[in-house]
């Protein structure tokens, strides 16, 4: 089956804490604050090759097959708050959402983590945190956290982003930046899809089949990475498409239709 990625401008963490640098002194813990309209998720804003090629990128052999071994527990996210608020939320966003203010005229953008640590194995995001951007396929200005933060720091802000994304904390209120939420990212999907309708990319029927089997794709890749799995989001994709045709819950043609819509929308750069 075609290899593919999913997402969204919502870069996953392909590009993983996208361009962050070391900005903020702010202090930061699990704050109580309302969440805002995220305005790119997991479906978003413009995709070409190089999104595909990252997202393609395979996970060194040292890396490939960790999990985190510090337990998100109020502990490692108050340590994981302070990590993300001084060196990820100026490019990324208090929220995780690719929005900080440092990141405006970043190429590529920074990543909505948030929603892509959702969706990406521990190994995938501990590599693209420690290693950074600025080699091929990611070309970002995302500096090699190995040689600023220890391993249990990066395992921490990795619990930090993940419960951001989950909704299990609420961003804090430091450079500012929306928080994910799912109406908006649905809004964002049916627009593209109807996008796509109208410029002759896809048919309606096909939006509707797309619609369908990305909810039943999204929440299989949430539950598979909570559930410990390891790989990048290819890896994922194609376990979950051929789980989904053999339970009977998705036909093959719907799969196939899925990835072909897929493929077709970010050739027309209306992937996010």
Known sequence: MKKISIFILILLFTIALGACGSASDSETAVSDAEPVAAGNGFMGGGMGGGMRDRHHAAIPEEYAGLS??????????E???????TNCATCHGDGGMGDGPAGVGLDPAPAAIAHTSQMLGDDYQFWRISEGGTMDPFNSSMIAWKGVLDEDARWDVINYVQALGSGAVMPGQHVGGAAFDPAVEAAN????????????VITEAEAAV???????????????????????????????LAELVASGDMTQEQADTFISVHDRLGDAGLMQ
């Open 68 to 77: 985190n071994p510090i337990a998100a527990d109020e502990a490692s996210l």
């Open 210 to 240: 797309f619609a369908t089997a990305h909810e039943q794709v999204d929440g299989q890749m949430i539950q598979m990475r909570e559930d410990g799995a390891s790989g990048g989001m290819d890896e994922m994709m194609d376990d979950i």
């Open 189 to 200: 999907q049916a627009e593209m899809l109807a996008k796509g309708v109208e410029q002759g």
């Open 79 to 85: 340590r994981g708050a302070a990590i993300y608020a």
